[in-house]
């Protein structure tokens, strides 16, 4: 190395120092998100659900351990502009802590089957069956129901990723406190090994789209002896078979796995789930996140009109647990971000 006469070695040194750390920010902005979650919000008969997932996203935001989730909403065509500024009232610190992509709904599907299902259950509600090939160049996403709260990281949720096996495409959290007393032949019900017939809550739905799209699916003998991807060539005979006893796109969910149980296996509005999500809205992105969040939605949680709800009355201290733990962790947003 040559030095000019003006030039010491410490000045060059400072140089390169500058340059590492310039390189690094740039690192910074240009990293890309590792967790990437879906929402489909269309308006209809309800007006809740965009708002619903306003607040959902706004939960996985706040507790997002990463600077920056990917988020990607399917609304109603001509809704997008509308579903876009929802999120420019957030503070710009928030604001870069979103990738945002805002698509409209476009069924895969002939215009005849396009009526049949739009509206089955809620408005869009079955689109997230569509996905794999919808996002046909994504690898893995986390389907969220509109009306879903984040009370930990994301990241936690998204490390289930990395425990499926070779063979399996989706993780979905069992249907808790059942006790499902069907033939092991009942199309609507999953047979899990050792643990008896069970279904899915399809609310959150862990998808490895990349193998969802490979020919691996068995459907009823008498359909066919082939295999199939996840797509409308499986489906659509599935829902034509058994549509009689299907009153939403979960019960499909449901008898697709029971033909296929090799998956892994990990609502509504009752008061609690209420009350947080009156705690998320009313949260305005203050710095003090013991103060302005947790004690807002503790307070709303042990409420006794709440806490002694039939519908998961009792178990407050099960829903505020993982929110403390965070924000005893980091305790101001500043921290977070």
């Known amino acids: ?33 590792k967790v990437h979650l879906v929402v489909v919000a269309c308006e209809g008969k309800s007006k809740s659900a965009l708002d619903e997932a306003h607040n959902m996203i706004k939960s996985a935001v706040l507790l997002s351990i990463d600077p920056k989730i990917k988020v990607t909403i399917f609304t109603n065509e001509g809704n997008e502009d509308h579903v876009r500024s929802l999120f420019l009232s957030w503070p710009v610190s928030a604001q870069e802590r979103i990738q945002l992509n805002v698509r409209t709904v476009h069924y895969p599907l002939p215009p005849e089957e396009v009526s049949e299902f739009r509206d089955w259950w809620g408005p869009c509600a079955s689109f997230r069956l569509f996905l794999p090939e919808v996002l046909s160049d994504v690898d893995s996403v986390i389907y969220v129901d509109s009306d879903v709260l984040f009370l930990a990281p994301p990241q936690d949720l998204w490390s289930h990723f990395d425990k499926f096996d070779e063979r399996q495409v989706g993780a979905l959290a069992p249907r808790v406190g059942w006790d499902f007393k069907v033939p092991g032949s009942n199309p609507n019900f999953i047979l899990r090994a050792g643990a008896g017939m069970t279904q899915v809550n399809s609310g959150v739905f862990l998808m490895n789209l990349t193998r969802m799209r490979e020919p691996v699916f068995n459907t009823a003998e008498s359909i066919s002896l082939n295999s199939f991807k996840w797509d409308k060539d499986l489906l659509l005979p599935l829902y034509y078979r058994n549509k009689k006893d299907m009153f939403g796109d979960q019960n499909l969910i449901n008898t697709a796995f029971h033909y296929n149980p090799g998956t892994t296996f990990y609502n509504n509005y009752s008061p609690v789930f209420k009350a947080i999500n009156d705690g998320f809205t009313k949260y305005n992105w203050q710095n003090d996140l013991t103060e302005h969040l947790y004690r807002e939605i503790e307070q709303r949680v042990r409420d006794p009109s709440v806490e002694n709800h039939e519908h998961c009355g009792g178990h407050s201290e099960t829903f505020l647990k993982t929110l403390r733990i965070f924000v005893e962790k980091y305790k101001t947003l500043d921290r977070v971000i």
């Open 1 to 33: 190395m040559n030095l000019d006469e003006d030039e010491s070695v410490s000045d060059i040194l400072s140089e390169i120092d500058e340059t590492a750390r310039d390189v690094h920010h740039e690192t910074k902005l240009v990293q890309i998100p």
